[in-house]
Structure formats: structure tokens, C-alpha cells
């Protein structure tokens, strides 16, 4: 089963104040993007729905564009890394567009958000 980001922050906010307790604390690292080529091996469905190829088309375009924008597996590393030995913080986005996201939710109302989000896939 697959969670949101509200819904990881939810889980690890709640499994950080109940290990508290044992000296243990809980950081989440949310790197979006990664400069990789995973996706070359995705699985890919067997059957398109017509109506739906424009769409997609534009955001796998999207996705391409970010990922060759994103930080590299070592930026990503680095942050986990950080995460794990440095001084305590609740979340961690390593440099780019996922912590400008990660800042904008904490404060902005959704609707804004994902309009922005919409533009950024091409689909506004």
C-alpha cells in the first residue's frame, strides 16, 4: 500500500514521540526526485486508454525534466546520512525542488499546492 507525504509525516511525527522514550528518535527524509535511471525499467501496462495519452506523455516528459534536475543518488546519501548522525531535525529534504515543497505544505493551504503541482506535471 502506497502512503502520502501528509501521511508518512503523520506516521513517523507519531512513531518518533512514542520511541522518544527509549532514547531513539525518528527523522524523515523525502529526497522526491533522484538523478537516476530507474525509470528506464519500469513496468509499463499493457493496455493504454486513448483518451489518457496525452496526459501522460506530458507528465512522463515532466518527470524526465525533474529527474535530470534532481540531486544525485551521493546529495540524497548525504542527507540520509545527516539524518542519521547529525543533530536532530523531524524532516529532511535534501536540496531542490522537494524542499521548497516540503516548506510551502507546512504553511500554505493545499489548493495552492497542488495547482502549483499541476502546473509543474503540465497539467494546469
Known sequence: MGLNTPAYTLIGGTLDHEVRQFG???????PSFTKTNLDLNAPRTVA????YEKELGIVSQAI?????K???PEGVAETVVDA???TWKMRRTPKGAASLLAWL????PAGPV??????TFGLA
Not at 531513539?24 to 523525502?30: A, C, G, N, T
Not at 497542488?114 to 502546473?119: A, I, N, Q, S, Y
Open 24 to 30: 531513539i528518535r525518528v527523522s524523515l527524509v523525502e
Open 84 to 86: 542519521a548522525l547529525g
Open 48 to 51: 493504454r486508454i486513448s483518451d
Open 64 to 68: 524526465q525534466n525533474n529527474i535530470q
Open 105 to 108: 505544505r507546512s504553511f500554505m
Open 114 to 119: 497542488e495547482k502549483g503541482l499541476r502546473k
Open 70 to 72: 534532481a540531486p544525485s
